[in-house]
């Protein structure tokens, strides 16, 4: 299987501050297929991207995704109070299981 | 709007079954799949398996093959999830999530996740 590899596990920035943070698979990801979720304590995960850079319904456009093959990335290009989260990324290709990245913390520094 | 609704937290003891349930809400329940995922609390996400809620094709990990099984209602709109031989490892929150279509049987991301039920084994 797929394995995710998150950078970094905590991201310490200000509101305002741009975020990138990466995902790096194990080999090469299938018609890009990734996704990025975002979860805030006690909620579950959201959808923010799929297919590596599509943001998904309602996902305001400072989200956004980038990469092919084996590196991937998400940008939040202002953050706001509300995007201080846990990210996670995930593989849902043609691999035998479903895999996710071990997550990314954005906290307010 | 389109929602899915967990059944509540459980406690059971290591050997025990659980079963988890899913009521779907605001989408026709028969043309998409559900997934099951796992967060254990150490926060890792895992997934276990999926369900094309049309015709009941599963497909499971291969980590849970034998322990796990998925099944549906239509009538109901809803998907049920049991593990079995619980173990302390098993503590988790268990979450269903709707894939984006069964054209592409499981490999489908996730656009709307359920509550959530928190199980724990011990």
């Known amino acids: 299987e797929i394995v995710l590899t998150q950078s970094p596990g905590t991201l310490s920035l200000s509101p305002g501050e741009r975020a990138t943070l990466s995902c790096r698979a194990s080999q090469s990801v299938d018609n890009s297929y990734l996704a990025w979720y975002q979860q805030q304590p006690g909620q579950a995960p959201r959808l923010l991207i799929y297919g590596a850079s599509s943001r998904a319904t309602g996902i305001p456009d400072r989200f956004s995704g980038s990469g092919s093959g084996t590196d991937f990335a998400l940008t939040i290009s202002r953050l706001e109070p509300e995007d201080f989260a846990m990210y996670y990324c995930h593989h849902y290709g043609t691999s035998p299981a479903l895999t996710f990245g071990g997550g990314t913390k954005v906290e307010i520094k | 709007q389109v929602q899915l609704v967990q059944s509540g937290a459980e406690v059971k003891k290591p050997g025990a079954s659980m079963r988890v349930s899913c009521e779907a809400s605001?989408?026709?329940?028969?043309?998409?799949?559900i997934h099951w995922v796992r967060q254990d609390p150490g926060q890792r996400l895992e997934w276990m398996g999926w369900i094309n809620a049309g015709n009941g094709d599963t497909e499971y990990s291969q980590k849970f093959q034998g322990r796990v099984t998925i099944t549906r209602d239509p009538s109901a709109s809803t998907a049920y999830m049991e593990l079995r031989s619980l173990r302390s490892e098993d503590t988790a929150v268990y979450y269903c999530a709707k894939t984006i279509s069964v054209v592409t049987g499981h490999y489908s991301y996730m656009d709307v996740w359920g509550t959530g039920t928190r199980v724990t084994v011990s």
């Open positions: 605001g989408y026709t329940f028969t043309n998409y799949g």
